[in-house]
């Protein structure tokens, strides 16, 4: 038997597993009171806004996949909120901006998190509002202990709090300092903010949905547009040194709904791998499959060792390069860039030596692009500082933090996959009268015409945020995902290769080491390349790590227990039994189940 640093849970009634215990505890109070998945995986989003303030927010946004016990087709919750009516490349370029900002209010999409959150819960939930959200209300008005990564995370930003982000000084720091690890933090706006939307949810009808639906409108149209609407605007400093106001109004809010859409799909080896549509990374993951099944080697799918990681990092590679030169709110050649054919031509690029060129594709017969900023020829490269980036892990595998992700699946067999981010405490400053910020997500825009992912109001930025679902033999088979910003669908792509390759339990292939390359040009500002890095945990051992640098990587070794964020929960139709692991590193996630 091969050690784990917990045991993959085993159960008939149902399986949680996310990024923080309590938000786990609440999804599991859920089931155990008559709920199902989707008022699990609801109650957690709201408590993990509460309990993982530095990793995501109200203000953030939250991509899920599902499927239903009725209906085992899979379907893509989007809740990532698009750019405003005034975001136009023109008006960044007329503030002297060659990127948008990785901070502060001109980086903020629309908010998309909470109203997803709450179509998920009006559509396919079962539990009322208020009972769904009592655990959030609880921690933000009672207290919860601390996580040491926030405190830590308000230190770092704790100049920039007290010299120009006031409210958020206001908010996080307790006589001058940051809070410390392990105090009960309350805050008492955000539980009146939810409070408010159980009221007017109450006052809007009798019925659960009418209910649900008021409080979404209170949130678009209502008392939390307004605030948002008056304070986003304001100027304060951004990540670019200068000050500048924000773009969202309160007729942004009320024109934006979060959406059901259909998944991207791949077959593969008997099952089925469900993604988000190319308006986020996750098709680069089926890429990515279907290259390394072109090249026609099953012992390639071996991701610990030195072959099979290259073979997985080179196709990576080219994966994420069709990523930057195709992938955005637009018509993306997605049947073309996931066929036979396509995936042939681009294994026969994979080399015995690693690339260090950003190569994409010609799809539909169609010529890739890149930005100027991308292939060199645009303004000089910029430089990062304490509020940038997705707050995860740093080029040289030191943690900073995560994303947040959570999976449930009950005991009908109804299953969820959501990873909720952005609006982290660090984004942009606090809205006081709601008690929290807006997020950063439009930095992944270029301000650029022409491109996959240029700017323009009303379109999506190009999320890294990629939920899987997994069927097997047509049923819900797992649901599973990592936080991890461009690392997520590569920690996933080691567990998936691990499980449904390998045939390791849930727990046993999340626990093993882990890598990712950097060999691409990041989604966050400000935006940089490391051509032909590769960062992995030293558990690989010396001889892979050798053997990936004689392949021509420049191997930068993590420590052991740094990389791969995997939450995973399983459900095997024929039996009925329920599995669930969690990711120990950190020592935050947790599976919870019987």
């Not at 900002?101 to 629309?110: Q, V």
């Not at 009322?128 to 919860?144: E, K, N, S």
């Not at 030191?398 to 449930?408: E, K, L, M, S």
């Amino acid at each position: 038997m091969t050690f784990t640093t917990r045991p993959t849970l085993e159960g008939t009634f149902g399986m949680v597993s996310s990024t923080h215990w309590i938000a786990s505890q609440a999804a599991m109070r859920e089931l155990e009171l008559g709920g199902n998945a989707f008022d699990a995986a609801v109650s957690a989003g709201f408590v993990l806004h509460v309990v993982e303030p530095h990793l995501n927010g109200p203000g953030g946004d939250m991509p899920a996949i599902i499927a239903t016990a009725d209906d085992p087709t899979p379907r893509v919750l989007c809740g990532q909120g698009p750019a405003p009516a005034g975001a136009t490349i023109e008006h960044y370029r007329s503030e002297g901006l060659d990127l948008v900002p990785g901070s502060g209010p001109l980086a903020a999409a629309i908010p998309g998190a909470v109203d997803a959150w709450l179509l998920l819960l009006r559509d396919h939930g079962t539990r009322a509002l208020q009972d769904v959200l009592a655990p959030a209300i609880g921690y933000a008005r009672h207290g919860h202990p601390l996580l040491g990564r926030v405190s830590a995370t308000v230190e770092t930003v704790q100049e920039l709090f007290e010299t120009d982000w006031h409210t958020s000084a206001d908010l996080w720091l307790r006589d001058g300092k940051a809070p410390a690890p392990g105090a009960l933090f309350t805050n008492p706006a955000w539980a009146d903010t939810l409070d408010r939307l159980v009221a007017e949810g109450r006052a809007a009808g009798s019925t659960r949905e009418a209910q649900i639906d008021g409080a979404r409108r209170a949130w678009s149209q209502g008392f939390v547009a307004e605030a948002v609407d008056a304070f986003s605007r304001k100027p304060f400093r951004d990540s670019s040194g200068e000050a500048h106001g924000g773009l969202v109004t309160g007729a942004d809010l009320a024109g934006f709904s979060a959406t059901w859409e259909a998944p991207a799909t791949l077959d593969w080896r008997g099952h089925t791998i469900a993604k988000t549509g190319a308006w986020g990374q996750g098709p680069a993951l089926l890429q990515t499959l279907r290259t390394l099944d072109a090249l026609g080697d099953d012992t390639l799918l071996d991701p610990s060792s030195a072959a099979g990681i290259h073979a997985a990092a080179e196709s990576l590679k080219l994966a994420f390069a069709d990523r930057e030169a195709w992938y955005g709110d637009v018509d993306v050649p997605l049947e073309s860039l996931l066929s036979e054919d396509y995936a042939a031509r681009r294994a026969s690029l994979v080399g015995d030596r690693a690339s260090l060129e950003v190569r994409p594709g010609s799809a539909d017969g169609r010529e890739p692009r890149l930005a100027a900023y991308v292939t060199g020829a645009g303004a000089p490269q910029a430089a990062g500082d304490a509020t940038t980036g997705e707050p995860t892990v740093a080029p040289s595998g030191a943690t900073r933090g995560d994303t947040c992700h959570v999976d449930v699946v009950d005991r009908w067999g109804n299953m969820i996959s959501a990873t909720p981010s952005g609006g982290w405490l660090q984004s942009s400053p606090t809205i006081p009268e709601l008690g929290f910020c807006l997020g950063s997500r439009m930095q992944m825009f270029w301000l650029e015409e022409g491109l996959a992912s240029s700017l323009a109001p009303g379109r999506r930025p190009r999320t890294t945020l990629t939920p899987t679902l997994v069927l097997r033999d047509g049923l819900p088979y797992m649901a599973c995902g990592s936080p991890g910003g461009d690392q997520q669908d590569q920690w996933q792509l080691v567990f998936l290769l691990r499980h449904l390759v390998g045939g390791q339990q849930l727990q046993e292939a999340i626990d093993a080491p882990s890598w990712h390359t950097t060999s691409f040009p990041g989604s966050f500002y400000p935006r940089q390349s490391e051509p032909g890095v590769l960062v992995a945990e030293d558990r690989l051992g010396p001889d892979v790590l050798s053997g990936l640098e004689a392949r021509g990587h420049t191997v930068r070794v993590s420590d052991p227990w740094s990389l791969g964020r995997l939450c995973a929960v399983t459900r095997d139709a024929g039996t009925g039994v329920l599995r669930a692991g969690a990711n120990p590193r950190g020592m935050q996630g947790y599976a919870v189940g019987r």
